[in-house]
């Protein structure tokens, strides 16, 4: 059970990572999100390391921006084993961003199947 975590180190974070991802990542685009993603080699440390972004330009209200986040973390924990593993396997590191772009709060069920075609894309880049 523990393996489903969302662990400290799955969460993208310092400056130099979050600014490679967006300058030297990859992107695309799965309703309601826009993901950027990057690969790179690491020994160290495989798997993958996530990033939710929420503009408050769509949502005001930070309660309805924390409830998305959630929900797409929740999401990411529960389907994120594949693509972890291929990379933990291959000795890479996925730095991706996902960022919410609908202006409503769309149902659970629908940003699940986003983050699972997100990841099955990124799978196929490992």
Request: glycine share 8%; charged share 30%; with cysteine.
């Amino acid at each position: 059970m523990d393996n489903n975590r969302l662990l400290k180190q799955e969460r993208l974070s310092g400056r130099k990572r979050i600014g490679t991802l967006f300058s030297d990542g990859s992107s695309g685009f799965s309703y309601p999100f826009r993901y950027v993603f990057v690969i790179s080699d690491d020994e160290s440390c495989g798997g993958v390391s996530l990033l939710v972004s929420v503009p408050k330009k769509n949502h005001k209200r930070a309660v309805k921006r924390n409830k998305v986040k959630r929900r797409t973390r929740e999401a990411f924990r529960l389907a994120k084993s594949d693509v972890s593993g291929m990379a933990a396997e291959g000795g890479k590191r996925v730095d991706m961003a996902l960022i919410y772009v609908s202006k409503e709060i769309e149902e659970y069920r629908t940003i699940e199947n986003a983050v699972g075609k997100i990841l099955a894309e990124i799978a196929g880049h490992i």
